[in-house]
């Protein structure tokens, strides 16, 4: 038996078996069949589906033994190396005679035409750092492409080719509408074998695997290997839901778990890439700085359940702030979806229009309220951390020891501010000390750290955070949400209300 399944003892695997039967026969299975045959379906998109050769020129020397490979100095890295391999192929540095220096290397991927007039999209990995790109049309014509425009955060490329040949172009499709479960099939040209199809379903969806800040990948059993990256998985009526970027695999090979981008966040970026003049994409931007809704947060703050995202500051004058977004609140919902976690609310602003003005609705005061805000641009480079608004009275040297967190507090002093580099307008309670195996301690924080807010009310004294801790055991909560800056850094702490 492989180790990687175990079976249940005989009185258990029994019942559970008798369970299964009287599922089935109280909700019978309704599961589309298979298809017949994906024949004429692969014969109509093939010609849509092109090979990606491109060329390096090498600028360090390398022995005529050693070749180009992911990660080295001679091809492009992959921002998944560490744990994803990207499938595009690396092979063998160019060599003029058998011992001579390489001097280019080339790698191998596709891509699919999505405009008559030449356009083709590809993974951006598959054309970084190439100097010159060909691209193989399902005939085998030649062709070489220009670079159009490039977006690494979603790791799409665009590229042009001039030709008199007939080019049919792909279809898009909704990939919001596709559901796990259905047939989709992946076309591309692994190993640089040339047009290969192969069929599989639709494992999962919205995973992210820390390739990007706008990870919501398809998940996909259909075999993809190298080579295949930047080409085109389809649905069952030939529109492309996703761009097949990267797998998961001890060995490089298919192992059944394969990751598309979805058609609804490729086909904005493949636009803009294609229509803008500057070929860029323009990004919306919220102006708030967020984290993880945790169960203790959710607690803290009476939500029923950990959901959301938690806005920890706001850019000054940014749409979130004039739109009346507070730090402590928890969006929701943004532009009428929902934000089922933190990670979804980056790609809805993303792909938000610039200069539209969107409903968010935000957790507040135990309550949701709904504001509007007009979507400003993102730039690139922009800080999109606030730093700690001014609040507050003056200086109150009170000191005292929160036993239930585990921390001696104190209001700011002149002496305090100098031993621990704090700004001269901060405000708030600093922590002079932290009790080990303390909640304070477990949650990281340290003397320094200035505790600005607690149940989303501004601190001046260390009473101020006894009362609230009294206030929060009355009504029952087990935990109190703090709001700590560290040297200009912002974030929200839940503290467990030990009852020692």
């Given at each position: ?307 959301g995202a938690l806005v920890a500051s706001v850019a000054k004058d940014g749409p979130a702030q004039r739109a009346g977004i507070r730090p402590g609140d928890v969006i929701l919902a943004f532009n009428g979806k929902p934000v089922t976690d933190m990670r979804r609310l980056p790609r809805l602003v993303a792909e938000t229009p610039v200069d539209r003005t969107v409903p968010v609705t935000v957790w507040r005061g135990r309550g949701e309220r709904t504001l509007q805000v007009k979507i400003g641009r993102l730039k690139e480079n922009a800080q999109q951390t606030a730093s700690a608004a001014q609040r507050g009275k003056p200086d109150d040297a009170g000191i005292g020891t929160v036993k239930a967190l ?95």
């Open positions: 038996m492989s180790p990687l399944f175990w079976r249940l003892p005989h009185g258990i695997a029994a019942a559970a078996f008798g369970l299964l039967l009287s599922a089935a026969a109280a909700a019978p299975a309704a599961a589309r069949p298979a298809p017949a045959s994906f024949a004429d379906l692969a014969a109509r998109l093939l010609p849509s589906v092109v090979n990606i050769s491109t060329t390096q020129r090498l600028d360090v020397p390398r022995s005529g033994a050693e070749r180009a490979g992911p990660g080295s100095p001679n091809a492009p890295d992959s921002p998944f190396e560490e744990f994803f391999h990207n499938f595009f192929d690396h092979k063998g540095a160019q060599q003029d005679q058998p011992g001579a220096e390489p001097r280019s290397a080339t790698s191998l991927g596709s891509g699919f035409i999505v405009d008559p007039a030449g356009y083709i999209v590809t993974n951006d990995h598959v054309i970084a750092g190439a100097d010159e790109i060909t691209v193989i049309l399902h005939d085998g014509t030649d062709l070489k492409a220009k670079v159009v425009g490039r977006d690494p955060k979603t790791d799409i490329a665009l590229l042009k080719v001039n030709t008199k040949e007939k080019l049919v172009p792909v279809t898009w499709g909704d990939s919001d509408a596709a559901r796990v479960g259905d047939w989709v099939l992946a076309i591309g040209n692994p190993f640089g074998l040339g047009g290969t199809v192969t069929a599989g379903i639709l494992s999962a969806r919205q995973r992210d695997i820390d390739a990007g800040p706008y990870d919501d990948f398809l998940q996909t059993d259909a075999p993809i290997n190298r080579g295949n990256s930047g080409g085109p998985m389809f649905n069952m009526d030939g529109q492309v839901i996703g761009i097949n970027t990267a797998i998961y695999s001890p060995s490089g090979g298919s192992i059944g778990i394969g990751f598309a981008i979805p058609s609804a966040l490729a086909r904005t970026v493949v636009e803009e890439l294609k229509n803008e003049p500057d070929h860029t994409v323009h990004r919306g931007w919220l102006g708030v700085r967020i984290q993880e809704v945790t169960g203790e947060v959710a607690e803290s703050l009476g939500l029923a359940k950990a959901q585990g921390l001696t507090l104190s209001g700011l002093t002149a002496d305090l501010r100098r031993k621990f580099s704090l700004a001269a307008d901060a405000k708030g309670l600093v922590v002079i000390a932290v009790a080990p195996n303390s909640q304070a301690a477990a949650k990281d924080m340290r003397p320094g750290d200035v505790i600005l807010e607690a149940a989303q009310e501004e601190l001046q004294r260390p009473q101020q955070l006894m009362d609230k801790i009294a206030a929060a055991r009355q009504s029952g909560r087990k935990s109190i949400l703090l709001l700590v800056d560290r040297q200009g850094d912002l974030r929200f702490v839940p503290l467990r209300l030990d009852q020692g």
